[in-house]
């Protein structure tokens, strides 16, 4: 069976890790390519489940993706498109899932559904089993932390791009003043980083 493995972070943070044996599209994919998976597989497996008391998991993704501009971190416009049709559902007040994509008149998002859904089966690692005192949770259980590891492996993405544009931004800088500007966006920007790979902890995919 193919399978895939949470790991702990520092922070209770959650990376699904490929394990060995899934398709070979998927050991193709980059890190930040599965990523991008990851993300969209849980916006449709949980998108309509409890948040917090105010809304639903598809109210936090939506809302993260757009106070973060987000969007221009999910570099496969397929996946991002997907995003677009749930949200286009979601606020119709459909009731989307992946049945909804499994079965989408749109071939290209039928395929991809069924790449998603082939690789969702998720074993708890070791680190939890003894965590949990020997009980194995679910990805029911954890759901929440599976959004939350998705969106900051995103959040953590962009600070990261934006680190490398202002370090040419300083290096084409000619005044001290501006060279001084630019070095407190890059203190900012790396403080941010920190914060965000401590609540991810340092699990990544491989």
Known sequence: EKNQQYQQGPADEFIPDAEPGMDDLTELLSPDEKQEH???????????????????????????????????????????????????????????????????PDQQLNQIAVSLMDNSAFEISHHWKTSFDRHTPSREEVYREEVRSCMNYLKLR?????????????????????????????????????????????????
């Open 38 to 104: 990851a993300m969209v597989r849980a916006l449709m497996e949980f998108g309509t489940k409890p948040w917090d008391e105010q809304g639903t998991v598809a109210d936090h993704m939506f809302r993260e993706i757009d106070e973060n501009g987000l969007t221009e971190m999910i570099d496969n416009k397929l996946l991002l498109r997907m995003v677009e049709v749930y949200k286009d559902m979601y606020q119709r007040g459909e009731d989307p899932g992946p049945k909804s994509f499994l079965y989408h």
């Open 158 to 206: 962009k600070i990261k791009r934006l680190i490398a544009e202002n370090q040419k931004d300083m290096e084409r800088s000619t005044t001290p003043e501006e060279q001084l500007s630019l070095i407190e966006v890059h203190q900012h920007l790396k403080e941010l980083e920190i914060q965000l790979a401590k609540n991810i902890g340092t699990v990544i995919l491989k």
